[in-house]
């Protein structure tokens, strides 16, 4: 079973910048998609972003655009989120995924982390 572990959250101020962290434990992260999702109290989850297993495809949710930078070092078998120009809407518990490929529907993902807390406000 593979076991992925997020770190990196914290209280900003907005337009303050977090890099989150996704590491893999015990198995390595070559094989698999990471995708990045977020949920807020009282919300559905939602996609943020996702990157291929070779880091040569990206994509990102529409709200993130031009803010967040996903990327990976398989050598460290880390994912990261850099997360720049934070609004108060980007408030929520964030979670790294494993797939075989980058998809949608949260449903193929089967492994997931246990979540970190990401806080913006003045």
């Known amino acids: 079973q593979l076991q992925l572990v997020e770190s990196g959250g914290g209280s900003v101020q907005p337009g303050g910048s977090l890099r989150l962290s996704c590491a893999a434990s015990?198995?390595?992260?070559?094989?698999?998609?990471i995708g990045w999702f977020r949920q807020a109290p009282g919300k559905e989850r939602e996609g943020v972003s996702c990157?291929?297993?070779?880091?040569?495809?990206?994509n990102y949710a529409d709200s993130v655009k031009g803010r967040f930078t996903i990327s990976r070092d398989n050598a460290k078998n880390t994912v990261y989120l850099q997360m720049n120009s934070l609004e108060p809407e980007d408030t929520a518990v964030y979670y790294c995924a494993a797939a075989w490929g980058c998809t949608s529907r949260s449903g193929n993902y089967g492994y997931w982390g246990q979540g970190t807390q990401v806080t913006v406000s003045s």
């Open positions: 015990g198995f390595t992260l070559d094989y698999y998609a």
């Open positions: 990157i291929t297993n070779s880091g040569g495809s990206t």
